[in-house]
């Protein structure tokens, strides 16, 4: 089991920046993949962007594309969303997830933090 503990969350006016981060501890994996989704009220849980956790290869959901950007420090086994120019749609509690094989499900959650976008 992977314990996911996500930090840096708390308001934010648009525009702004934030960076989220998300330690990973417990058991350790070299492949697979972790990432970012995130819930807004009364909406499900989204995908927002991932990152293989050997190469580094990145993607997003299409909204977020050159505004956020997702990065890992192996080293601290640590992922990290930078978040710019944020709009007030991206208010959501934001969480981080592992998938610990290669191509398999994201298995392990963290608790969320939440993300306020003000005007």
């Known amino acids: 089991q992977v314990q996911l503990v996500e930090s840096g969350g708390g308001l934010v006016q648009a525009g702004g920046s934030l960076r989220l981060a998300c330690a990973a501890s417990?058991?350790?994996?070299?492949?697979?993949?972790m990432g970012w989704f995130r819930q807004a009220p009364g909406k499900d849980r989204e995908f927002v962007a991932q990152?293989?956790?050997?190469?580094?290869?990145?993607s997003y959901r299409n909204p977020v594309k050159g505004r956020f950007t997702i990065s890992r420090d192996n080293t601290k086994n640590t992922v990290y969303l930078q978040m710019n120019s944020p709009k007030l749609e991206d208010t959501a509690v934001y969480y981080c997830a592992a998938a610990t094989t290669q191509g398999g499900t994201y298995d392990n959650w963290g608790q969320g933090t939440q993300v306020t976008v003000s005007s």
């Open positions: 990152i293989a956790w050997s190469s580094g290869s990145p």
């Open positions: 417990g058991r350790t994996f070299s492949s697979g993949r």
